[in-house]
């Protein structure tokens, strides 16, 4: 059996611009070959068990030769597998994917092709640019700055394009960073105003996108200045000089330009990253704690199916909530089944993953997301002397909440569902850009991410000394001063939108 080929456009760099139907073939491949350029936000879209195989060049330096990788396609296809092929911006557009369907066509392999954004038009329209404008500019040319080795002389037609941008037209180059003086030259040779509005667009679409405008004579010494470098768009033309208001969107931002490191679990770190990036700020993911499933169910499933025996079900955490429901599956039960028993969660990321996974609204949250705080309300709001109360936990649950219920006449059962470990490691670009200075925030959801990211980081936990951070609450808040660890804000209501608020309210601030 002969598989197929999806040569798909990832768009430019926002992970949020791959078209639906090239995020619906992603998700179903079994292997994925990309290219240096894809983001890998969207390599987590692959389905679990997915080859994921890196073909990308990055500085003239490759993984795998083109013809190697067009080889590299024919094989996996001849295995029978459906095969994405994932490549940055358009396939077609300076992206050689004709290359690539062609010689699949001529190998016997089906292949269809799902276009994608360009960066030539998205990378400017991040920076408050865009490409033709009904008062200044109704062309738009995409020329490639980086021609095919070996060429006696350029194809590019300066003569043709300085023309066209002095009427009004708008040149995006690709490729061009490293032959922008020799792209400057030809066009002012060929007759060409220097003072043309000039821009060079690095990582557009981005959260580490940067950008500079000025004069095309002059553009060169603003990149220098700036420290720009590839992959950028260099645009020529009267529209990177016009300047309208609500143009530039993206890094108008509160939070653009800030890098944030989120050290939740790998399960829950992409509900806080989406939210700081919404904002403008570029993330980096360090899960430090794991989440695993304790090895013996027995107890867990039995007090599940007897749940009518209890009063209170209280769950602390969306993990929580995560194993209750995984367990009713392997019960065969439903949402149904917890009619006999009332429901206190904490938090409100707990009651939202429980209305999400289950249907189910809780019958009691404290105004406070501390277990503390649930303990003395419901005893106090709801009396709890005598009841029965099953607390679902982790097995490094403070004893806080069960100890103060007890005190307050509640028979309390405790069984953990899951377990906290430590995560292996720190990502090599998180310690990178650790030791180069370059985080601006560290943010803890809990008193474990504060103490095992002080262990990972071991004998360099000074790192953490000139980076601000921010506290989910005053028990996180609590460890990071026990462990050395400096508190620049802490959140007001214990929450992922607490968090994030405190954070604004610093950049915002000017702290």
Known sequence: MTGFVSLIGAGPGDPGLITAKGL??????????????????????????ARLIDVGKRGGAHKLTQDE????????????????????????????GAEEAAYLARHGVGCEVVP????????????????????????????????????????????????????????CFYMGIGQLARIVASLVEHGLRSDVPAAVVQWGTRTKQRSVRGRLDGIEGLIKEAGIGSPAIILVGLVAGLEEPGLDYFTSRPLFGQRVLVTRTRQQASGLSAEL???????????TIEIVPVADFVAVDEAIGEIGKWDWLILTSPNAVGVLGDRMSALGLDARHLAGVKIASVGEATSESLAS?????ADFVPEHTMGEALAAELIDKEGVAGSSVLLLRADIARPALPRLLGEGGALVTELVVYETKMAGGLPGEVLEALRGGEVDWVTFTSSSTVSNLVALLGDERGLLGGVK???????????????????????EGASVGGLVDAVLGVVGGGA
């Not at 619906?24 to 068990?49: H, I, K, M, T």
């Not at 990036?277 to 899960?287: F, I, K, N, Y």
């Open 24 to 49: 619906d073939r992603l998700r179903v491949a079994d292997v994925v070959v990309f290219d240096a350029l894809v983001n890998p936000r969207l390599l987590r879209e692959a389905r679990a068990g």
């Open 69 to 96: 990788t067009n080889d590299l396609l024919v094989a996996l296809a001849g295995e029978g597998l459906a095969v994405v092929r994932l490549k940055g911006g358009d396939p077609y557009l300076f992206g050689r």
């Open 116 to 171: 994608g954004i360009t960066s030539g038009i998205a990378g400017p329209a991040y920076a408050g640019i865009a490409v033709t404008h009904r008062k200044v500019a109704s062309t738009v040319t995409f020329v490639t700055g980086h021609e095919q080795p070996g060429k006696a002389e350029s194809g590019v037609d300066y003569k043709s394009l300085a023309g066209l941008i002095a009427v009004g037209g708008t040149v």
């Open 277 to 287: 990036e919404a904002l403008g700020a570029e993330v980096l993911e360090a899960p």
């Open 357 to 361: 996974r289950l249907g189910v609204r």
């Open 469 to 491: 951070t921010a506290s989910i609450g005053r028990v996180t808040s609590g460890t990071m001063r026990e462990l050395g660890v400096g508190v620049t804000v802490e959140a």
